[in-house]
């Protein structure tokens, strides 16, 4: 409990050298044929990186210490002092420097806007585009493969020199052109042809009802950063202990050993493509009167391809015991030489969005302009948006994708969002007060006032407890990813009750609706099962022109921010606001963070202001 670790630099997390160019040359052709406006075009665009975060080197020197050891002082705080290693000193190596190299993004399209008739357009499109992969000059890459009971890929017998000693000892690395891979160990995605087709209908035969829609079939772009720095940098590093020297030489003249199991075994689908997202919507557009109008829109979304990481060393849940001190343990895993965390990114994930949309709109006349929004979204997939990682997040259940399906936590059920701006009908040039006394003008005539509100209710939560190891009563040699954000730790409890019950901010949701899941088995506590906080909230803007003559004018502006100082709430995914170690392990409820809505739970997550600011202002323009 007293033993201070960690005491290291920052390494490639500041000590970064980043170069980054882009050339590119496109053309674009368009030409009218009747009621058809066509256009079409292409493009190329050469991306040039270098990378100093590519070296993967977290910290070149590391000491901790734990109060024991021949020369300890049997307290790790006074062994620090003294100067004392007694646990060991650590450097991360690799072989390799900064990740450098390019890749070459190709793109056609055509599109046609078709003028049907006077009350009818209907819009035509395709594209096709190549998102290329990673070319490192130095060929210093690596991927990793399920193939044949494991192997690393290389592109030569010069990059297998430059693994790990532990990886190298393994014998099990492929040249990759020996065995169907290409060099750059992952294929392009060549199949991204991506076709739109809309139309805007005006009914009645006149412009005062119009009905929209559209479809279309989008590829986001892989990121190539995660895929270059994740071929580039896990299989590489390693690290090296010393013991048995004082602090100051422990470097220089302590006992130097390497751990055989201390390499990466991350790797990358080969054929890795870009998720496929289908993007339609409907939407019904009305005037009423001279001012206003209304829309009603339904959007959906079906998401495909997503990307998703499989850890293919992880156990299925069981009541076999897991000793992580025992060969015997480690022999039954499934990739054995390749140890825990043997994972790799593929397009296993699925999402679905479904969401309509009301709006009033009063276009500005008279000086009064509102509109008001609001939108019910419903969402579920397999792979949460937890914002941890460009290249995917890990299963909850690996085995059973499906069983885990739930809502994104960011998308929330409601929101409601209206603005305002008006003109007070005070003061001159005003209907009201026009020959008041200029004292009484500068004090409350012209002023104009804005405003915006919005409601939404809450996040879409997910519960977990830690404090368990991986082998008991689990036994699945890793620990599960409960809520898909490389937490690694976090378990699932079971649901037995209704959570979202008696809501305070004293104790959000009820806790005794969890325990603890049985040896062996899965935690059925779904994502985004737990309802968060709604909030809502008022910024207020007054302003007048204090001179307006000619081009020159001069505006006071006062700005109130949170007008009504009401606290926006927003527990974060995946922190101690969802833990559920206090009550599940130790039977208290009450540990005064889980489900407490305090104030590490108040953020401008949106941009608005936590708490009520007030701001003054001179504005000119000329």
Do not use: C
Request: hydrophobic share 35%; proline share 6%; aromatic share 14%.
């Amino acid at each position: 409990a007293n033993r201070p670790n960690n005491m290291t630099d920052a390494a490639r997390n500041v000590d970064r050298t980043l170069r980054q160019n882009s050339f590119s040359v496109s053309n674009s052709t368009t030409f009218v044929v009747g009621g058809h406006s066509i256009k079409a075009g292409g493009l190329w665009n050469r991306n040039i990186a270098r990378d100093g975060f590519g070296i993967g080197v977290n910290y070149r020197g590391l000491y901790a210490f734990d109060g024991t050891g021949a020369e300890s002082t049997l307290n790790a705080f006074s062994d620090f002092l003294m100067g004392i290693v007694s646990y060991r000193a650590r450097d991360h190596y690799t072989a390799r420097g900064p990740l450098e190299g390019h890749s070459d993004d190709f793109a056609l399209y055509a599109q046609d806007d078709w003028r049907v008739g006077k009350d009818l357009t209907v819009f035509l499109g395709l594209r096709y585009e190549i998102v290329g992969v990673w070319h490192e000059n130095s060929d210093i890459l690596a991927n990793w493969t399920i193939e044949d009971g494991g192997h690393h890929l290389v592109p030569n017998a010069e990059v297998a020199s430059k693994l790990p000693p532990g990886l190298q000892d393994l014998g099990r690395t492929w040249i990759a052109s020996e065995h169907g891979y290409p060099d750059p160990l992952i294929n392009p995605a060549k199949n991204n042809f991506s076709p739109r087709v809309g139309f805007a209908w005006r009914l009645g035969g006149d412009d005062r009802t119009v009905l929209r829609g559209g479809f279309g079939l989008f590829h986001p772009t892989v990121a190539i950063q995660g895929v270059r720095d994740l071929l580039g940098t896990n299989e590489f590093r390693y690290y090296q202990d010393y013991r048995n020297a004082p602090m100051q030489s422990i470097f220089s003249q302590g006992t130097a050993s390497v751990d055989a199991t201390a390499f990466g075994n991350q790797g990358v689908d080969p054929n890795l493509k870009s998720p496929d997202i289908y993007q339609y919507n409907l939407t019904l557009e009305r005037q009423l009167g001279d001012d206003l109008g209304v829309r009603v829109s339904y959007i959906g979304s079906t998401m495909r391809n997503l990307l998703a990481m499989t850890d293919y060393n992880r156990l299925y849940p069981s009541t076999e015991f897991f000793d992580p001190e025992d060969p015997a343990s480690y022999a039954r895993l499934p990739y054995a030489p390749y140890g825990t965390w043997a994972d790799i990114t593929e397009n296993k994930g699925e999402g679905q969005l479904h969401a309509l949309q009301l709006e009033l709109n009063r276009r500005w006349r008279s000086g009064l302009a509102f509109n008001v929004a609001y939108t019910y979204a419903d969402s579920d997939g397999t792979v949460p948006d937890s914002g941890g990682s460009s290249m995917g997040v890990y299963f909850y259940n690996q085995w059973d994708p499906a069983s885990d399906r739930g809502p994104d936590p960011n998308v929330v059920k409601h929101r409601l969002l209206a603005n305002a701006t008006w003109d007070l009908p005070v003061g001159r040039n005003r209907k009201y007060g026009s020959d008041m006394p200029g004292w009484a003008d500068a004090l409350f005539g012209g002023w104009t006032v804005s405003t915006i509100f919005q409601a939404r209710s809450g996040m879409n939560l997910t519960p977990y407890f830690t404090g368990y190891y991986s082998y008991n009563p689990w036994n699945t040699a890793i620990p599960l990813d409960t809520l898909g954000n490389w937490g690694g730790g976090p378990w699932r409890p079971n649901l037995v009750g209704n959570p979202n019950v008696g809501a305070s901010r004293d104790q959000w949701f009820d806790q005794t609706a969890y325990e603890i899941p049985g040896p062996g088995e899965f935690g059925n506590a779904g994502k985004g099962t737990l309802e968060g906080p709604g909030t809502w909230v008022v910024n207020f803007a007054f302003y007048k022109d204090i001179i307006a003559k000619d081009r020159f004018r001069l505006q006071l502006t006062a700005l109130l921010d949170n007008a009504f100082n009401h606290p926006q709430f927003f527990p974060r995914y995946g922190d101690d606001f969802t833990n559920m170690q206090s009550y599940l392990e130790d039977g208290d409820p009450a540990n005064g963070v889980t489900g407490v809505l305090g104030a590490g739970n108040i953020s401008n997550a949106e941009g608005f202001s936590s708490g009520r600011v007030f701001r003054i202002g001179i504005r000119a323009t000329f």
